[in-house]
């Protein structure tokens, strides 16, 4: 099978010539290209071209024109689109022209190129069946629909070519796909077929009255969102669709994800289309808020506006303070004034609440490395930045956020007891103060405070505390006229020679010679 490689960036067409193992895939790398309109002209020269890898963004023709224009003569041709992680809307128009699937620039390894292409069952496709002008109209049109741009002309076309004269009851559904974790590929080229085997009816359940009549059409509107339309005999209940739906998705795990489905109302009116998906796209996004892996029926309160004003300077400000009050041991941080509640949000409030939180990690790391705690930090950065960022939930976001506040109190408090410890021999030094004594003050394990000292206060206690002793007795041999053995009573020593030998360490000259020396 011949294949061809369109990319305006010479570096992009040798990576996927080297990383692609054409052999191993039964494939014939039989040009490449500069931009779209030379490999459109290539096309409509060569007929036996079946694989096309392209940028969608391109001089003189996009890849978006080049999918149009080739699919509208050669149809069988199977559009492999790249594209950079900030194009994601040109990547969802590609799959309404007709794309099947897209590599991502920065994810581009020697096995995910492999794994996608071995997906597209490109040796499988002379044996499949061509599809009908009926299968290709309803597609469109349903295309059309996702793209809101259908006409009152195309849904009695869609309804004529689905109901065959007979009333039904339709809903719509768009159905998510979340990534588990941010490795796993992208779906495979058999789940659409694995989604309509879920919503075939279970006879054995006993679910619908009128089973025989459910019908189900579907296209794919991007790498992880498929668009349904379930349609059911005028007879049956709202209640019974709904049930039949929940035990469709109820037990659905594709390997690597978890479903978000939005269901619309249920009308009786084609004309209802596109205000029903406007419904299913609401549910779709409330999962959010209810949790990944919810199936959601549209309520009206999803569009209502809800007291909750979200003013990121204003929650970043509070962050700051909050970890102002645990920086300096003022009072305990408040979770909750930080975080946002999933019974004050409604779908109008997600973007809103998804920015928020991209601004706290930011906030949050930039603390973290100005107090050296981003090692300690890092784990949970990294698994932001690869996964909740894009595929989180509200309530994960909610127990990140926790995460990261735990660990900077957990962090401060340690070296907020040093700080203490600090503190106290620097106002106890002239007493008999030791170690165990220190440890039984606050209350803590003398060998936990000795190595917690030894790794917080980059000394040991036993150190610090000679350290801050001979400082001053430095002091009142140059401020005063004390003799020696006063000096050392004075900074809590009880052995002249003990001090002697102490103050040499530690200055090089003994007492004497320091007190001779001074000015």
Excluded at 117 to 138: E, G, I, T
Excluded at 186 to 192: I, N, Q, R, Y
């Amino acid at each position: 099978m011949k294949a061809i490689i369109v990319d305006d960036e010479p570096y992009v067409r040798q990576m996927l010539k080297n990383m692609i193992n054409w052999e191993d895939l039964s494939l014939e790398l039989t040009g490449e290209f500069f931009n779209g309109q030379d490999a459109y002209q290539r096309m409509k020269e060569d007929d036996q071209i079946d694989l096309v890898i392209t940028d969608l963004r391109m001089p003189m023709m996009d890849g978006l024109q080049l999918i149009k224009e080739t699919l509208a003569i050669r149809p069988t041709v199977t559009f492999l689109v790249i594209s950079a992680f900030n194009e994601f809307h040109l990547v969802k128009e590609a799959f309404l022209l007709g794309a099947k699937d897209y590599l991502l620039k920065s994810e581009m390894t020697e096995e995910h190129i492999h794994h996608t292409l071995a997906n597209l069952r490109l040796n499988d496709r002379p044996q499949l069946a061509a599809p009908s002008s009926k299968d290709l109209m309803k597609e469109t049109l349903l295309s059309r629909l996702a793209a809101e741009n259908i006409t009152a002309a195309d849904l009695g076309t869609l309804k004529d070519l689905l109901c065959n004269q007979e009333k039904k009851r339709v809903t719509l559904l768009l159905l998510r796909l979340n990534k588990l974790d941010a490795h796993a590929s992208t779906p495979e080229a058999t789940m659409k077929e694995t989604i309509a085997q879920c919503l075939s009816p279970d006879e054995d359940a006993e679910i619908l009255a009128f089973s025989s009549q459910t019908q189900v059409e579907m296209i794919q509107t991007s790498p992880f969102e498929y668009l349904i339309l379930a349609l059911y005999a005028w007879q049956e209940s709202e209640a019974c669709i709904m049930k039949h739906l929940r035990h469709a998705f109820g037990t659905f795990r594709p390997k690597g994800f978890r479903i978000n489905l939005g269901v619309s109302r249920i009308s009786c009116d084609f004309s209802s289309l596109p205000q029903l998906l406007h419904e299913a796209r609401l549910s779709v996004d409330y999962c959010f808020v209810a949790g990944n892996g919810s199936i959601i029926p549209y309520s009206a309160q999803f569009e209502e506006l809800k007291p909750l004003a979200i003013d990121s300077r204003q929650q970043v400000a509070v962050l700051k303070d909050q970890l102002s009050a645990i920086l300096f041991d003022k009072r305990k941080p408040d979770i909750s004034k930080i975080s946002i509640a999933p019974q004050s949000v409604s779908a109008s409030h997600i973007r809103a609440i998804k920015e928020l939180y991209m601004k706290y990690h930011f906030i949050l790391m930039d603390f973290a490395q100005q107090n050296g705690l981003y090692g300690e930090l890092r784990e949970l950065s990294k698994q932001y930045e690869e996964h909740l960022k894009f595929y989180g939930d509200l309530d994960s976001l909610n127990k990140w956020l926790a995460s990261v506040i735990d660990i900077v109190k957990a962090h401060n408090s340690e070296n907020s007891m040093i700080n203490q410890v600090k503190h106290y021999v620097e106002e106890n030094y002239m007493h008999d103060i030791s170690l165990q004594s220190v440890a039984n003050k606050f209350n803590i394990n003398s060998s936990y405070l000795s190595r917690l000292f030894s790794e917080k206060g980059d000394t040991t206690f036993t150190d610090y505390l000679a350290h801050t002793r001979i400082t001053k007795a430095i002091e009142f041999i140059k401020l005063s006229n004390l003799k020696i053995y006063e000096i050392c009573e004075k900074v809590g020593y009880t052995s002249p020679e003990h001090f002697s030998r102490t103050f040499k360490k530690m200055t090089g000259k003994s007492p004497k010679q320091f007190m001779d020396g001074r000015e």
